[in-house]
């Protein structure tokens, strides 16, 4: 089996389907093709060697003309979350199409002050200028941004490492983020007065991290999405096959 894994994702969404990658090319699931990561512009597309699974990991932006043309070129496409299907969905009408679930973050050391993500410049900078609080950092603070599972796989190393989360302006509600008690912001503002005020009371900030360590670890392991993502090669196969 042939396993392609897109390049360029933000860092902790590349971490995320690398380890999700690693289970399933130790599968050796015969004759298929996988392709993760479809906004990546370099993945092969309708010449692929056939059965193709794809799996589009998208974020953090909108998905792109060749991801989408890559998801219709698909016999069976994957998701790692149901919220990928809002950003897809005129590129997914009649493909078939399972949902593997997104893994459990790797372990990490706990982590303290503010990891600002992949945010924008402007807001790393009015951070740095108006809300860096001039004591050493007492807690862990990490932002979220984007589309698509950028924010959610964010979300999930921040919480391994202990860290409370922010949500910036333009992430979508999710049930994940719901359960890990992720503070959204609707203005740059919210995001700087959401961070001092958790920084300022360690004690919530851990409090946070640790429930949101507690729903990350019920994830299944990468390995596991692997095992499931093969069943979405076995329906890529008999689709192909029975389109041939």
């Known amino acids: 089996m042939r396993v392609l894994v897109g390049r360029g994702l933000p860092p902790a969404l590349q971490r995320m389907v690398e380890r999700v990658a690693a289970g399933l090319e130790a599968s050796g699931a015969g004759e298929a093709t996988v392709a993760i990561g479809v906004d990546d512009s370099l993945l092969p597309g309708a010449d692929a060697r056939r059965p193709l699974l794809v799996v589009p990991a998208c974020g953090p932006g909108p998905p792109t003309p060749w991801g989408e043309a890559l998801v219709r070129a698909a016999d069976a496409v994957a ?39 992949e945010a924008p410049d402007d807001l790393r900078d009015a951070w740095d200028r108006h809300g860096r609080p001039p004591e050493p950092a007492g807690a862990g603070v990490a932002w979220i941004s984007g589309r698509g599972l950028a924010p959610l796989a964010g979300a999930l190393e921040a919480w391994a490492a202990g860290r409370a989360v922010v949500a910036l302006p333009g992430v979508a509600r999710h049930d994940l983020l719901r359960r890990g008690r992720v503070l959204h912001a609707s203005s740059p503002l919210e995001v700087i007065e959401s961070t001092r005020f958790l920084l300022a009371a360690p004690a919530l900030a851990r409090a946070l991290g640790a429930r949101g360590r507690e729903v990350a670890e019920a994830l299944p392991s990468a390995p596991k999405v692997g095992l499931q993502l093969l069943e979405g090669v076995e329906l890529a196969r008999q689709c192909a096959g029975a389109a041939s």
């Open 79 to 117: 998701l790692l979350d149901v919220a990928e299907a809002r950003e897809l969905r005129p590129a997914l009408v009649d493909r078939p199409l399972m949902v593997a679930g997104l893994p459990a973050p790797a372990p990490r050391g706990p982590g303290s002050g503010v990891d600002a993500g």
